[in-house]
């Protein structure tokens, strides 16, 4: 697994910005060398900013969208459409301004899908459709992704993994049901740790006085049992993608800056 890296922006809509440029350039690269590629999306105030950012930039026509998966690292268990899930939220801010190929976009199952209110089916048919999608080289696990974005909360929660809840604490599937999650709504389902540990670099974002104490516990050598962020690492590259308010409680002296 990678060392973190960290990259310090003025604010977070600077932060934004950058975060979405970078995405471009990735994006771009793979599909260059590999001819398609893969992101993770993730939800709240600063994945959704940084799809914002995205959907502005001059550079988004840059990417071939059409050549480009889209899958997700957590999501909120509540019917089609909801306002509150991620993939709802993603689609308003920039997946519906942009020629995605429908069958390369994969949304977490709803409640009102084929399984109903049975959450741990639903993230076993998740799972099957990561395997469906992984090449030999992965075993059937996950897609190597190319980047995987990851809001950081302020109890060090990333996608919907819990400080000392069963999920973090997941070894073996790369798929499950969230029950009582202690941020609502208690229903989710996420990936876990090890497929999160699939991708060739995971990006964490956070921007925000109140993300600075979580970012520090996370990044001064804490487990990822009782700060899941500090687990969530790519095989390439990790980094972490902060405002300066969010960074407030590091040391300057602790990680060097990332290169672009």
Do not use: C
């Not at 840059?62 to 993603?90: I, M």
């Amino acid at each position: 697994m990678s060392t973190p890296q960290l990259v310090v922006h003025r604010d977070k809509e600077l932060m934004a910005q950058a975060a979405a440029a970078r995405l471009i350039t990735k994006v771009v690269d793979a599909q260059a060398s590999r001819g398609s590629a893969s992101v993770v999306l993730t939800g709240g105030r600063n994945g959704n900013g940084l799809l914002a950012a995205l959907a502005a930039a001059p550079a988004r026509d840059a990417v071939d969208w059409g050549r480009l998966d889209v899958w997700w690292g957590d999501e909120r268990f509540l019917p089609e459409g909801d306002p509150e899930r991620n993939y709802t939220q993603a689609r308003e801010a920039l997946l519906d301004s942009v020629p995605l190929d429908p069958k390369r976009v994969h949304p977490m199952p709803a409640p009102d899908g084929s399984y109903g209110n049975d959450v741990d089916a639903a993230a076993e048919v998740y799972a099957a459709e990561l395997g469906q999608a992984a090449g030999p080289e992965n075993h059937g696990a996950v897609p190597t992704f190319d980047v995987l974005l990851l809001g950081v909360g302020p109890d060090t929660h990333v996608a919907s993994l819990f400080p000392e809840m069963p999920a973090v604490r997941e070894t073996e599937r790369t798929v499950v049901g969230v029950h009582g999650a202690p941020k609502p709504p208690p229903t989710r389902i996420t990936l876990t740790l090890p497929a999160i540990r699939s991708a060739r670099e995971v990006w964490l974002l956070a921007a925000g006085e109140d993300k600075a104490q979580a970012v520090a516990i996370a990044l001064s050598g804490a487990g990822e049992i009782q700060a899941p962020a500090a687990g969530a690492r790519g095989r390439s590259r990790t980094l972490w993608l902060l405002d300066a308010a969010a960074a407030s409680k590091l040391p300057r002296s602790l990680y060097p800056p990332a290169s672009p």
